[in-house]
């Protein structure tokens, strides 16, 4: 098969704008969560977030900010920073051979919440026209089509936390059938109290007000996640191609597997483990090939369990490095995979592992979890999982491009 690589980076998070930064941070083990401050979390159980702030108008054309909800500027920018990095212009492609395939899952509700506000307290004229469209989870790829020209085979897939590795798999598709390039992953985010309540809905956020002590994946006093905003986008084409027009290509996404677990209160086995599977075959690695997993990391007691129990089940108990750099970020819904697979091939290019913060990981899960500090390592092969409410079970293998 063609091997699909990913040549720019637009990497925006809640401890560092832009990839070199996160990427620092990361490494270094520099949380971004926090106290709330977009809005009166005081009254709420879940008190923390992982912010982006953002200074719109020094990224984006004026004309852009009424229009667009904050999680899609982030993504603009994301998308801008991504091409440069690639050393691309869509331009200078040939009309309808560039696209966008991005992740979603509420679309822009601080901007749908303050329309809705309007409508409520003033009336009907003063609903802005912009949230015709500004609310909407697929508006990401289209302000970004619509941006930078990009009119070649788009779309947006809606899987919550998996839907970053499901996005980059629809691309890895559209490219082996023709399409040159394609913007992908996700950015997203929903930080505001019509948001809130939603995420609070499911009963998986922690209501810890320590930032230090509220997200702990595979810790004995784990309680639930803190919820965050961004993600990374990625620019991906063939490595043949880019190599051609002398890009730099950051790794091969050499593998990908989707499972669905069966409903609650089933017998069955959680589906987690048949998409590891499913993705080293796709990839033809065998286990002992796999350097590093990037765990989806739920912090929910249960869900860690299936995790470790399907990790554990592929690579043998404490056979693979396992690590959680989202405990720095929040979980960002769908640009959470995403920014996963960034540090995945950065982890590649440098050497290093990032390691979970604030964590000491429970004997009983029987995993290596990097904690404390990043750790040098040679990492060829890295393995990225993440699940959606839901049921949804993805996994993606990336590997230094041969």
Known sequence: MTPIGVTGIGAIAPNGMGTDAYWKSTVEGVSGIAEVSRFDASGYPAKLAGEVSLDAAAHLPSRLIPATDHMTRLSLVAAAWA???????????????????????????????????????KGPKYVSAYQSYAWFYAVNSGQISIRHGMRGPSGVVVSDQAGGLDA??????????????????????????????????????????????????????????????????????????????????????????????????????????????????????????????????????????????????????????????????????????????AAALLSVRDGVIPPTVHVDCAPEYGIDLVTGAAREARVRTALVLARGHGGFNSAVVVRAAR
């Open 83 to 121: 091409l440069d990095d690639a050393g691309v212009q869509p331009s200078e492609l040939p009309d309808f051979s560039a696209g966008v395939i991005t992740a979603g899952s509420a679309g822009g509700f601080e901007f749908g919440q303050r329309e809705l506000e309007n409508l409520w307290s």
């Open 168 to 341: 980059i798999a629809q691309t890895r598709r559209q490219i082996r059938k023709g399409t040159r390039l394609v913007i992908s992953g996700g950015v997203d985010g929903s930080l505001c109290p019509w948001g809130w309540v939603a995420q609070m809905a499911a009963d998986r956020m922690s209501t810890s007000d320590d930032p230090e002590r509220a997200y702990l994946p595979f810790d004995p006093t784990a309680s639930g996640h803190v919820a965050g905003e961004g993600g990374a986008l990625l620019v991906m084409e063939e490595v043949a191609a880019a190599r051609r027009r002398g890009g730099r290509v950051y790794g091969e996404i050499a593998g990908y597997g989707a499972t669905m677990d069966p409903k609650p209160g089933s017998s069955r086995e959680p589906g987690l483990r048949r998409a590891i599977l499913t993705a080293l075959d796709d990839a033809a690695v065998s286990p002992d090939e796999v350097d590093v997993v990037f765990a989806d990391a739920a912090a929910v007691p249960e869900l860690d369990r299936v995790e470790a129990d399907a990790i554990n089940a592929v690579f043998g108990v404490r056979g693979v490095a396992v690590t959680a750099p989202k405990t720095m970020t929040g979980r960002l819904a769908a640009g959470a995979a995403s920014l996963d697979v």
